[in-house]
């Protein structure tokens, strides 16, 4: 699905979703798939998930507090041969 396709299923603003999007490129859970053009010459990404799976470990001597995130260490791992 495109960003704004995505965005509009989401019910997100644009700006938001590539925002979060491009985190997901970063840490390699989505992929950018094909490169479609629009009516007026714009390059449109495709994305599809990357399949991963997510381990989230709680950080040694601390402890979880709600809404603070540096409590956990996240590790993606890609167990595909």
Request: glycine share 8%; hydrophobic share 40%; charged share 25%.
């Amino acid at each position: 699905m495109s960003a704004s396709e995505l965005a509009g299923g989401l019910d997100l603003r644009l700006n938001t979703l590539k925002y979060h999007l491009d985190a997901l490129l970063d840490s390699g859970l989505t992929r950018v798939t094909e490169v479609r053009w629009s009516q007026k010459g714009r390059k449109i990404k495709v994305y599809e998930p990357v399949e991963k799976m997510i381990v989230l470990i709680p950080r040694a001597g601390l402890k979880a507090v709600p809404g603070k995130r540096d409590v956990w260490q996240i590790s993606v791992t890609n167990f595909s041969n």
